[in-house]
Structures are given as C-alpha cells and as structure tokens.
C-alpha cells in the first residue's frame, strides 16, 4: 500500500502480544445506566479556572493569527504585483509580530507554577505541573445520526439521547476536576473511545468529524479526522493532570509525598504508554522528544520526593545517615542533569519554556550543593570512637565507597580517624556547597517568571545560608593552607522511581450505544445485507431450522424443503427481531421461547446477513473483545486486508502495516462452512 504524502496520528502495536500485557480490560457490555462524572463548573472563579481561560482565549487568537499569515503568504505566493507584495509583506510582519507577543503571553501563562502549588506553609521547593491541552467543542449528531442511517440502517432519531451523551461526556471531559474524580473522568471518556471508534469509524473512510486540539505549551492548532488523534490528546491530558495532582500534594508529610510520588510515576507511566503507543503526531507536545523529555522530567520529579521522604525519616545524625542523605541529593541533582541536557536538544531547545530550563537548572545545582553539605555535616558533626568499633567499621565501609574516584592521598580511613582531616575534607565539600547555591541563586535571577516565586527564593536563601553558616563555623583564623577540591560523590538511592503505566480497567463503562446491538456483529467494519422479515408458519415438522449462540442467536442450518427453507431463510442468517420485538441482545432460550409460543398465525423473524468475506472479520474480532482498545485497532490492520487510505482527509495519519505474525489468534471456522448435518451441542433444531 502507498504512503499518503501527509500522515495520520497512529496506534501501533507490538506483534505477538500476550493477554498479560494488556494494559485495558474492557467493561463487559450490558444495559447503559449513562455517566455519573461531571467536569468542573467553567465559569467558576477559581485561580485555576481563570488560568484556564486566559489560555483558550490566547489559544484562539493564535489560531486566528495563524490563519491570517497562512491567507498572507499565499497572496504573496500568488501575485506579481510588487505594490500586492509590499502590502502584504508589511501586513505579514505585524501578524509575526503579534504571534510572537502572543506565544510570549501564553509561555508565562504555561510556566505559571504557582497556581498548581500546594496551599501548605511549608517551605518545599516548587514542582513543575503541565497545563493541559485544549480543545474545541465537537457536535457528533449529523455525523452519527447519518451513520446509523446509512449503515445500521435503523432510524437515526431513536438514538438521540445517546448522542446527547456523549456529547455532555466529551464536554465534561474538557473541565476535569485536580482529583481522582477528574481522571476517572478522563479514562471513562478514553474508555468510551473504544466502543465508539467500533461502532462509527470504519477502515476505509472517516466518519467527517474534526477533532480541534492546542498544544499545551505553544497553543498552536491542530485539526485531525482520526479518532486516534482524539486518544492520544485525553491519554496526554491524564498525565498532565496527574502532574497537576503531584504538584499540589503538601510535602511536608510522608503521606502528600507518597501521593506526590505516584501521582509523578503515573503521569511519567501515561507519557511513556502515549510515546510507545502512538507516533506521527502533529503537534510538538505528542511528539516523541517532547514526550521523552517528560518522562524524564516526571522521573526526575519522584526522585525530589524519595530524597524529601529520607530527610523527613532520618531525624539522626548518624554519619551514615547524613552520607545516605548526601547520595540522595547527589541523585536528584544527576536526574535533574540528564532532564536538561533533554531540554537542550535541536528540537526541544525552542519548545521548552525558558522557566521550566531554568527550574531545572537550579534544581540540580542545588541538590548538588545538598549533596556536599550533607557531606560535610557527617565528617564534621560526627566522633569516631573506640567504643563504637562496630559502627566505626560500618561508616568507614560505607565511606570507602562514596566517591566515584576515591582519593589515595591522604587514604580514607586516615582522614576518619583524624579530626583536623576531617575538618579540612568537610570544608572542602562546604566549599562546594557554597559554590553550587551561587551558581543556583544566579540562574533563578536571570529567570523573570522564577522572581516571582517567593517560596523558591525562600528555599535557595534558607540553604545558601546554612551552608555559609557551617564553613564560619569551620573556617580558623591559622587555617592559611589552600583548601582542597571535594571528591565527586557516587550518587545512589534506595528507592528508584517507577514508570507506572496508566491502568484503564479501574474506570468500568458501557457501550452507550449499546442498543444498536452487540459488537461481534454490528460494528462499523462489518457489511451486510439489509433487514429482511421472514414469516414462518408452523408444521408437523416444526419450523425447520437450527439455531446456535446468543446476542445475537445465528440460524445454523435449516432443513432442505422445510418451513423456514420455503420463507427464504438461509444459513448464516442473524436474528434481530422476532414478531417486532427486538432481540439483538437475546440469549438462545429467550429467542427459543418466543418461536415456541408464537400463535397459529405464525412468526415474524427479521434477519440479516454477513456477507462471508466479513464475517471472518467479526468473528476474529469476537476473539479479542476483551483486548485493550489500542491493540484491538491495530489488529484490525490484519483483517480489513490492504484497504487504501482516503486522501480527502485533512492531515492523513495512517497506521502502522503490521507484519502478520504468530501474535493473530487462530481464526475460528466460519460459520457458512456448517453443513445441516452436524448439529453441535450448542444447537438445537425447531
């Protein structure tokens, strides 16, 4: 198959993946009860609403900007008249101009951590949480109404009050409140996406809806026909919530800093599964370095708490006890190291809010100034002793090995034992310390957004002082020998962080559209004929038919010159009505039941059929119901065949061709291949 010239957002899938690995369970079918989760009020004057809403009216703006300078360089493109192309050179400056100023605004807008902060009193440094992405609202009813008309075939105005739903889903989905309910939210929304895409989106053409999305840091638009685009954009929203979640958490105590940790693991989890899970995005937030870049920003994040967790637990000071906190910090600092050489790659170096590089720029130049003090606490604060031999040994173990290249000159277990090495060593690392809380105070100060955060300031003032403090405390007037350069410290932690893939089975949904019947048969891939209505009258004989299944129950043969022969029924046959009433979702005996009580007059039966290429299809597909949502779209690559792509579609973005491996159940024998005779334990004949 031909590479369209643009691309779609795409699902991929590994081959070959096992049912353990799935990371969704989908909710079994059954009766609708609607949804229970509302959003948040959008007209609520809450800092965070206010926020919100500067955001969306930025994001317009662009979006018309945008739009403007698109028209402008196409007119300068198109004409030959210089006095045009004066014009409308000096008419695209000023729209570059006010992108430029507005991209500007939404940028502060976006590095605005304060308002994600905790209300707590306690002096922690400030995490950086992620806005989430904006979007448009989206009407589903002309789509869907003609949908169901042209392929369900079943009057569009009976499903009103489903479409009606969804619609007030997608909308509450918009405004999800910063807890548990908001993404319970998200997920029944993402959940729902499943169902939805297998009832209205087949292969081979789109079902006209767009799907309008901002990027989250530049509010540059983006507009796609694939429902995929939809997916990754809530998937993204779910880590940037949880982001807002870990970032609000009072770590003060080791309960808001558990909370905070696996909110981070979460959203770092969310991140991952979206860069693994989807590719060819459109936007520079979804796209593979950007997600990258949070995952690691997100790691980098939990790593802060597990060292705010130490300090919180080690109320000692205990030699090993400051060397383990000085490892932590040194931790953090190597993290925080790695999250801003990400940031400075070709692609990212532009994208990134200069707020947020210099975050964490400051941050891993003062945890590497923790590292050192802590450092220096435990060769200054602590007395080796002949009565605690035992422990002496341990600390000189645990002191052999935390440096990366250990000094030989003058040997370790020397400068322990001595006082006056010990004092010049730890005052070596205060040094240190000193140096690092400089360079960090200096990068806060270029950042304009970073002045603004008195609780930041707080905390590089707070320990810069101490520092300071304890080299005085050091320092003597005879002390004229040069100080000595502090050793690397080995960085370690007793508790790495977790990439917590999101878990969609906990938020259980329905199919709304459930009514149109079950999925193994009425879904958008399938084809049949119309709805035909067969009267059968009852004989000596019976009616002269085999049944098999349920939801809906199949007619397995029927008896050559019978009753249900001479009606024109035919192997293969669904029942979907008996007598009127409808039955799509009926089990065996209930079908069963309504036949034998039918009256002298007869029965009714309205049926379709599967035309047999597809049935194979809806077959394997009742295999993998229980798959996850993305798997199962990208296996259905391997049943549609080599289907074309539509190149009427506003930036295609195709799915990955799959190779066909051993990963694809066996597909089950179709069921036109059953002759009348071999009549199975599972069907009865009537």
Request: aromatic share 8%; glycine share 6%; charged share 25%.
């Amino acid at each position: 198959m031909e590479e369209p010239a643009t691309r779609q957002f795409e699902m991929s899938l590994s081959d070959g993946a096992s049912d353990d690995d799935m990371p969704l369970t989908l909710p079994a079918e059954g009766s609708h009860s609607g949804s229970i989760r509302k959003g948040c009020d959008p007209f609520a004057q809450t800092q965070r609403s206010k926020l919100q809403h500067r955001r969306a009216r930025i994001n317009q703006q662009i979006n018309k900007e945008m739009r403007m300078r698109a028209g402008a360089e196409n007119l300068f493109r198109a004409t030959s008249n210089n006095k045009v192309k004066e014009t409308v050179a000096l008419e695209l400056s000023f729209v570059n101009s006010n992108l430029q100023l507005l991209k500007e605004e939404l940028e502060e807008l976006n590095s605005n951590m304060e308002v994600y902060q905790t209300d707590s009193e306690a002096v922690n440094v400030p995490m950086i949480p992620l806005g989430l992405k904006e979007t448009k609202e989206v009407d589903f009813t002309v789509s869907i109404q003609d949908f169901i008309c042209e392929h369900y075939g079943e009057d569009s105005s009976l499903y009103n009050k489903e479409i009606k739903e969804l619609m007030e889903l997608r909308q509450a989905m918009r405004t999800p409140s910063r807890n548990q309910a908001g993404l319970e939210l998200l997920m029944e929304y993402y959940n729902q996406m499943y169902y939805l895409d297998q009832r209205f989106f087949p292969l081979h053409r789109n079902l006209g809806v767009h799907f309008h999305w901002y990027d989250s840091l530049t509010g540059v638009p983006s507009c796609q026909r694939t429902l995929a685009f939809e997916k990754g954009s809530v998937l993204f929203n779910i880590g940037a919530l949880y982001t807002q979640i870990g970032a609000r958490q009072d770590r003060s105590a080791a309960a808001g800093i558990d909370t905070a940790i696996d909110a981070f693991q979460r959203a770092a989890g969310a991140f991952n599964y979206l860069k693994e899970n989807f590719s060819n995005a459109p936007s520079l937030d979804m796209s593979s370095p950007s997600l990258c870049m949070l995952v690691r920003l997100m790691v980098a994040q939990v790593q802060e708490c597990v060292f705010e967790r130490v300090t919180l637990t080690t109320q000692d000071t205990h030699f090993t006890s400051q060397l383990r906190l000085a490892q932590e910090a040194a931790r953090v600092s190597d993290v925080y190291l790695l999250v801003q050489q990400t940031m400075t790659q070709p692609l990212m170096k532009d994208y990134v809010p200069f707020s947020w590089a210099s975050m964490v720029q400051v941050k891993s130049e003062h945890f590497r100034a923790l590292s050192h003090y802590y450092t220096a606490v435990a060769l200054c604060d602590h007395t080796f002793s002949a009565e605690e031999e035992e422990g002496d040994e341990e600390a000189e173990k645990a002191f052999l090995q935390f440096y990366i290249n250990v000094p030989t000159v003058p040997p370790l277990s020397q400068v322990l034992r001595d006082p006056e090495k010990r004092r010049k060593l730890g005052k070596a690392h205060l040094r240190r310390a000193v140096i690092r809380h400089e360079e960090a105070m200096r990068v806060h100060s270029l950042c304009k957004i970073l002045r603004k955060m008195d609780i930041l300031q707080d905390v590089l003032s707070l320990t810069h002082k101490r520092s300071l403090d304890k080299y005085s405390e050091l320092d003597r007037e005879d002390d004229f020998d040069e100080t000595a350069e502090a050793p690397e410290i080995q960085s370690q932690t007793h508790q790495k962080p977790d990439i917590t893939p999101p878990n969609f089975s906990t938020v259980q949904v329905t199919d709304i559209f459930q009514r149109l019947g079950p999925l193994t048969v009425f879904c958008a891939r399938a084809r049949w004929g119309p709805v035909r209505v067969i009267s059968l009258q009852r004989r000596e004989g019976g009616l002269g038919l085999t049944l098999r299944g349920d939801s809906p129950v199949l007619v397995a043969g029927v008896v050559p010159g019978g009753c249900a022969a001479e009606a024109g029924l035919r192997e293969g046959d669904y029942i979907v009505a008996v007598d009127g009433q409808d039955c799509k979702w009926a089990k065996h005996g209930e079908v069963v039941h309504m036949l034998k009580s039918c009256s002298d007059r007869g029965v009714e039966l309205s049926v379709v059929t599967l035309h047999s290429h597809d049935t194979q299809q809806v077959e394997r597909r009742a295999i993998m119901l229980s798959h996850c949502s993305d798997k199962e779209n990208a296996r259905q690559r391997l049943l549609g065949g080599a289907k074309g792509q539509s190149s009427a579609s506003l930036l295609n973005w195709n799915r990955k061709k799959k190779r066909e491996g051993s990963g694809v159940p066996k597909r089950l024998g179709s069921t036109f291949s059953l002759s009348f005779g071999s009549i199975r334990d599972t069907e009865a004949m009537y």
